[in-house]
């Protein structure tokens, strides 16, 4: 999120950041032995993680008003485990994911838009159709965009699609989150629910002029599994990112 000047002044600087995220999306299904035959399980696992760098050039064009160009690059892993013993079918997948991804924000003083694209070799997780058992599905590339309503300084609302930092492949497609200004120089606190995340909490703190420290961690079955007819979730996420400002300049 963008820092603005103060009495008048705009700022304008670069910064460069540096992210990990690690998690797991699972979903279970089945039934115990009974009078009527015996019991099956299916299950769906997940374990992912990512590492990546990005550089952002934040300009203010106005009072509360600034444009954004970022440009962050991602690597990592995505292991995918299924097992249906009532089809007796299952296999075992380890991808390896890389991903650049563009984007452009624009922030108006009650309003804010931004739109991008992530191209490369990564996966998504989905819920489960009558087509295939697979929660995991490849991409080469695909859209991201952001829209936020309220004013940054107090309390805001944002949806974000593909949409984060270090990245939101495999499990993060969408979020819903509400959010508020903590201190000076950009810091944000966020909390909200998303594809794979039930509930996440996205605070940031800054140390001083130039040195920021994002956070993310989720739990809960999210809202991608709501129709997917598993009978049990675990899902969690974690995301750390730290981003250093500089080239500062001021205006007047």
């Known amino acids: 999120y963008p820092e603005y000047g103060k009495d008048g002044s705009k700022l304008s600087y ?5 992210g990990v995220m690690s998690g797991t999306s699972n979903a279970y299904a089945g039934t115990t032995q009974t009078s009527c035959g015996p019991g099956w399980s299916r299950s769906d696992t997940n374990n992912f993680s990512a590492t990546a760098i990005g550089v952002s050039r934040s300009e203010q064009t106005g009072n509360n008003e600034s444009k954004i160009y970022s440009l962050n690059g991602f690597w990592g892993k995505h292991a995918h485990n299924y097992s249906n013993t009532l089809t007796a079918t299952g296999y075992q997948e380890n991808k390896s994911s890389w991903g650049i991804s563009p984007f452009y924000q624009q922030n108006w003083e009650h ?12 996966s998504q997780i989905t819920f489960e159709d009558n087509l295939s058992p697979s929660h995991s599905k490849n991409l080469s590339i695909y859209p991201a965009f952001s829209l936020r309503a309220g004013r940054l300084q107090e309390v805001f609302f944002e949806y974000r699609f593909a949409n984060q930092f270090p990245t939101p492949y495999p499990a993060l497609i969408h979020q819903f989150s509400v959010g508020g200004s903590v201190g000076k120089h950009g810091g944000v606190f966020r909390i909200g629910t998303g594809s794979n995340a039930g509930f996440f909490l996205a605070p940031s703190f800054t140390f001083g002029n130039h040195f920021t420290i994002e956070t993310f961690a989720s739990f809960g079955s999210g ?5 997917s007819g598993a009978d049990d979730f675990s899902n969690n996420m974690l995301m750390i990112n730290a981003r250093y400002k500089l080239g500062q300049k001021e205006k007047r």
Do not use: E
């Open 14 to 18: 670069w910064a460069i950041d540096f």
């Open 111 to 122: 309003i804010g838009v931004g739109v991008g694209f992530t191209a490369g070799d990564f």
């Open 223 to 227: 809202i991608i599994f709501k129709n």
